[in-house]
């Protein structure tokens, strides 16, 4: 079965600093991709996706990740992080051929950015 | 200009009683979703309907039984509800099966 596991649950970093979130995935079928962030007491809000094409993906708010198929990850980066960067963040992954398209979600990296 | 709405956002209920949560999109979205975040913040999918027919039924109790009347909307309703119920509902859209979901605000759930 589609798993998704994301490395760190909490990561705690400093404003300006630059910071990774990792997500790993087990496939051996094609997948999309996708990076979600919630911030407190919402919904969750889509940070980019990959579904083909370039492996490097741009989001929203200078968010980008970099799909490695050998690897099965899909790591979040941002160069330098802002206060209001603090959420909890979930990789998620689908199947459209097995698994009726539904996503996948890893357990959530909870980013913390200090001043 | 919501997208996905859920009323209510927040409920608390006893034991044993039925509730319902309504979902509307007007993305104009053919795929609807119920997933439900646990207090660990854990998601997991309970149910996917596909132009009003259902696709994807998770191992949910059948207490929770999701209804479409039209393919903008998913209601959830909720029979007989346990303390274990407590969690956040949120529901989703999606063009297609598979690409990006929109999600709702959520709904919170507590059963006391």
């Known amino acids: 079965a589609q798993s998704v596991t994301q490395l760190d649950s909490q990561v705690p970093v400093f404003e300006e600093a630059p910071v990774e979130l990792r997500c790993n995935y087990s496939s051996s079928v094609s997948v999309y991709l996708f990076w979600y962030v919630q911030y407190p007491n919402q919904g969750l809000q889509l940070l980019l996706k990959?579904?083909?094409?370039?492996?490097l993906v741009k989001g929203i708010n200078g968010f980008e990740a970099e799909f490695n198929k050998s690897q099965t990850s899909f790591h979040l980066r941002k160069p330098s992080v802002h206060i209001s960067d603090t959420a909890e963040y979930f990789c998620?992954?689908?199947?459209?051929?097995?698994?009726?398209?539904?996503?996948?979600f890893g357990q959530g990296t909870e980013l913390s950015v200090k001043p | 200009d919501t997208a996905v709405s859920q009323t209510p956002k927040y409920l608390v209920t006893q034991m044993g009683n039925d509730k319902s949560i309504k979902c509307e999109q007007n993305?104009?979205?053919?795929?609807m979703y119920w997933y439900k975040q646990d207090s660990k913040k854990f998601l997991k999918i309970m149910f996917s309907?596909?132009?009003?027919?259902?696709?994807i039924n998770e191992t949910v109790p059948n207490r929770f039984s999701p209804k479409s009347p039209d393919k903008a909307h998913l209601n959830l309703h909720i029979n007989s509800l346990e303390l274990g119920d407590s969690a956040v509902y949120f529901c989703?859209?999606?063009?297609?099966?598979?690409?990006?979901?929109?999600f709702g605000q959520g709904t919170r759930l507590t059963v006391v």
């Open positions: 989703a859209s999606s063009h297609l099966r598979g690409t990006e979901a929109f």
């Open positions: 993305l104009g979205h053919d795929t």
């Open positions: 990959y579904l083909s094409g370039s492996t």
């Open positions: 309907y596909n132009n009003k027919e259902l696709i």
């Open positions: 998620a992954v689908s199947d459209l051929e097995n698994q009726g398209g539904k996503l996948i």
